[in-house]
């Protein structure tokens, strides 16, 4: 989360140096109710007549937490306009301070549509509350997926592991520039993907015109879900699929692993064609790093003295498909206090 709003909104909002403990509550509030609402399956979205059953007060809550999202950008659309006026103020260029504009600058710098100097705030509203949904929970239920994986199974654990010690060493923390080189940790998180892709049924998408696939007659203006989460469990095309076995993903010359869909679509975890993720390289990064440095620096073990295979892996169906009880795991650092801190 802090990694992407401090790309989006020039802040981060837990840590040392975050915005106000009060706005991070708040933000950290609205993001999970917001989460949790947008993955509730809500029978008024199929059929009006049900709105009136409504046991969960979904269309009260929804219009609650979206005033207080609007209320939210609205501060922050307000506090980038005074600091871009500021600039303006002592003629500083957009492009000469290029390297330190986020998103929200880059969104207020453009032109809007016929003619209007600047794009309209509802649009910059809507494409920042996009941004924020699609980044965050994604990369985060696919760490959680793979450190739950990883734990169960301390076999792959110690084969990442010597990985990171031969190629990153223990005198220093993994860089971006390691990733490439760790071919192993690239499989574990491909096999993630495989059995716990963060989305299940991707999008949904409507077919424009009438169209027949694979013997199966799509009438136009269809509302289509693609099963990724049935496409890593289908047995004509993987064995053993209950197992978790990065292994099955190793090329055999050795050749770095394509962790999105490759070319045999055999996994589609950021979709395929026009509407596939456009931040799956920058979400292959988030995923990545942050599993390497926290296989790099610590040992990890199931919480109080439970068999690693026993950690429950049971999913729950939402927007995106989070593990239905949150991995608790003990942690034990490995690396020197001075290479870490
Ligand atoms: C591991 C991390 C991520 C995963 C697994 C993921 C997965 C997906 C999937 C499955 C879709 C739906 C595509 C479809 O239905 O065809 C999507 C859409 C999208 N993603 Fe990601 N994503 C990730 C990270 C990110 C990041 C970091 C960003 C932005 C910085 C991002 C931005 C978007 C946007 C804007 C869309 C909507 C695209 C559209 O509808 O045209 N995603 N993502």
């Known amino acids: 989360m802090n990694n992407v709003t401090r790309m989006l909104l020039g802040r981060q909002y837990f840590g040392a140096v975050s915005a106000g403990p009060s706005e991070a509550m708040e933000f950290m509030h609205i993001t999970h109710e917001l989460f949790w609402l947008l993955g509730v399956i809500y029978l008024g979205d199929y059929l009006p007549i049900w709105r009136w059953v409504d046991p969960y007060g979904c269309e009260k809550r929804m219009r609650e937490v979206e005033k207080r999202v609007d209320d939210f950008h609205k501060r922050i659309i307000e506090e980038h306009k005074r600091a871009r006026e500021l600039k ?35 649009d910059i509203k809507a494409l920042i509350q996009d941004m924020i949904a699609a980044a965050t929970d994604t990369s985060a239920v696919t760490n959680e997926w793979a450190m739950a994986e990883v734990i169960k199974h301390p076999r792959v654990l110690r084969k990442i592991q010597d990985e990171l010690d031969s190629v990153v060493g223990p005198n220093r923390m993994v860089n971006e520039s390691d990733l490439p080189h760790l071919n192993y940790l690239r499989c574990v998180v491909r096999e993630t993907f495989r059995m716990h892709p963060a989305g299940p049924f991707l999008i949904p998408h409507e077919s424009l015109r009438a169209t027949t696939i694979n013997g199966f007659y799509i009438p136009a203006k269809t509302r289509v879900f693609i099963n990724t989460h049935g496409l890593g469990r289908n047995t004509k095309l993987w064995d053993d699929v209950e197992s978790f076995r990065p292994e099955r993903h190793w090329l055999a010359d050795g050749a770095r692993v394509e962790i999105s869909h490759g070319a045999d679509f055999k996994i589609l975890p950021f979709s395929a064609g026009k509407r596939k993720c456009p931040g799956a390289p920058l979400g292959v990064t988030l995923v990545l790093m942050a599993l390497a440095r926290l296989f790099h620096c610590f040992d990890w073990a199931p919480q109080n003295g439970m068999r690693p295979e026993d950690i429950n892996t049971m999913e729950v169906y939402g927007m995106t498909m989070p593990k239905a009880e949150p991995l608790m795991a003990m942690a034990k650092p490995r690396l020197a206090d001075h290479v870490m801190f």
């Open 88 to 122: 303006n103020k002592e003629y500083v260029k957009d492009d000469d301070y290029g390297e330190e504009m986020d998103f929200v600058d880059v969104l207020l710098s453009l032109p809007g549509e016929d003619g209007n100097p600047h794009m309209d705030d509802t």
